[in-house]
């Protein structure tokens, strides 16, 4: 990962939704975040720390008006399903993937990332690559989805 090229968001907590190529039953998500060698200032407290991945079944059938409305949420994220909260340690590798919760039953076009807080830079949190991993719906194969 390269320092200036990271996908940016405002403050230490955030929260998107990253419209999916196609509809996947997730498996996994990998976060990665540049090095303090590599970075201009030198550290790396631009990195998420603790962060949430959830999925709705609103989502999964495409509701809503997405990218104008809520994008196929839920009134108040009632039938959200959260797939797990982790923790990026900026001590261990740059690219880090963290297993969801198993037994998925359905695929979603839609996941949303919420992260509680950053190494500690209050302007903005980035990261520099994620990657979604899963299985498309109606096929047999296993792959993942660059965001």
Sequence with gaps: ASPGYCWPFQGSRTE??????????PTAVTVQHTSKRASPLGTVSSAPRDFTVSVSLCRALGAGTWPWGKAGLDEEGKDETLLGTFTYTVQKELTQTFPLQDGIPSAFRFLKLVIRSNWGKPGYTCIFRMRVHGKMAGTHAIGQTHV
């Excluded at 998107?16 to 039953?25: D, E, G, K, M, S």
């Design 16 to 25: 998107v939704l990253i419209r999916l190529p196609a509809q996947i039953r």
